[in-house]
């Protein structure tokens, strides 16, 4: 079973040596290795003139804050405004410019808050084959996308004991082969264990052992 833990937080680093501790750093694309090359997972797009760079992403799903990733997007070169919400990561880690004429956006929520969640997040070569599963594709940047995987999320507190279970259908071949510039719908659906708990079918298991027991009273014999 895949991890669901949410995605807590995201940074661009300048340097594979500058990933801060928890985080994890997405050095090569998903298929990194094949056909005897490395592709790296540099999201820094080099122009004519331009000056060379390195650019990660660097994901946690460690706990911070409270928050969570819900929603991370690339808007297109004609945007004019950052949906509401959102923030713009401008700044790798060590103060420099994160893309290249590109703005990567993210929308942290308070988990009591969140309807979606960020689980996974990989970066892809534009000629790479990737599993449905990534149903949120970003916009080409440096010959790479990145892709995440996002699914509807609700907070139950710790004190309940829930245990998250990930069921559902997941996405299309479409979403995953065109970039999608404003919060998708996912695929994904998961139920709680806490919201099973009360169901008929679970209730008269539950009352199972009593029932066997009062049958079991009933045919021992009784003496005056």
């Known amino acids: 079973m895949a991890d669901e833990a949410p995605v807590t937080d995201v940074v661009i680093i ?47 799903k460690e706990e911070k804050d409270g928050k969570i990733l819900e929603d991370i997007n690339i808007p297109s070169m004609d945007a004019m405004y950052v949906p509401k919400g959102f923030s713009v990561l401008k700044k790798t880690t060590d103060g420099k410019a994160a893309l290249y004429h590109r703005d990567l956006i993210i929308k942290r929520t308070r988990k009591e808050e969140a309807k979606y969640a960020v689980v996974d997040i990989i970066v892809a070569n534009v000629k790479d084959k990737v599993s449905e599963i990534y149903n949120r594709k970003l916009e080409k940047v440096n010959k790479n996308h990145i892709l995440c995987r996002q699914i509807p999320y609700k907070y139950i507190s710790p004190a309940a004991g829930s245990i ?7 996405a299309t071949r479409e979403d995953v082969d065109h970039p999608m510039p ?19 079918q679970l209730e008269f298991a539950q009352q199972l052992p009593q029932l066997e ?10 003496f005056p």
Not at 27 to 43: C, F, Q, Y
Not at 182 to 200: A, C, R, W
């Open 14 to 60: 300048s340097s594979l040596n500058d990933c801060p501790p928890g985080y994890t750093a997405i050095k090569v694309t998903v298929h990194g290795n094949a056909h005897g090359h490395i592709n790296s997972a540099n999201l820094w797009e080099k122009v004519m003139g331009g000056q060379d760079g390195e650019r990660y992403l660097c994901y946690t």
């Open 182 to 200: 404003s919060l998708g719908m996912p695929k994904d659906s998961v139920i709680l264990y806490s919201e099973l708990q009360s169901t008929p």
């Open 164 to 170: 998250p279970v990930a069921t559902g259908s997941m």
């Open 213 to 222: 027991f009062a049958q079991q009273l009933q045919s021992v014999p009784h």
